[in-house]
């Protein structure tokens, strides 16, 4: 099981940035797929944006031109750059990979993002 540990969580101000990182203890060069989900209080776990082994990005339509999904493979990490912060961010981030297709997701335990309006 490849092990996933989300940092750069905070409180920040509408407008604000942060980057969430999420290191992998495996080498994520030929990963599948890897993502990031978020799940606000009292709502369901939702998929915010994807990046496959080819460089093909997903971003969900409430992030889609404000949130970037990047992979830096030589250190075997995922970043979601986040810009312009709404208060409707606010969630627990989670970082999710696929190493293979035969192979299900293996998820981080989560960092929170609090956006304060």
């Known amino acids: 099981q490849v092990q996933l540990v989300e940092s750069g969580g905070g409180l920040v101000q509408a407008g604000g940035s942060l980057r969430l990182s999420c290191a992998v203890s495996?080498?994520?060069?030929?990963?599948?797929?890897m993502a990031w989900y978020r799940q606000a209080t009292g709502k369901q776990r939702e998929l915010v944006a994807s990046?496959?082994?080819?460089?093909?990005?997903y971003y969900a339509a409430s992030v889609k031109g404000r949130f970037t999904i990047s992979r830096d493979n030589a250190k075997n990490t995922v970043y979601l750059q986040m810009s312009s912060l709404k208060p409707e961010d606010t969630a627990v981030y989670y970082c999710?990979?696929?190493?293979?297709?035969?192979?299900?997701?293996?998820w981080g335990q989560g960092t929170q993002v609090t956006v304060s309006s």
């Open positions: 999710s990979a696929r190493p293979s297709l035969v192979r299900d997701w293996d």
């Open positions: 495996g080498s994520i060069r030929s990963f599948v797929a």
């Open positions: 990046i496959t082994s080819a460089d093909s990005t």
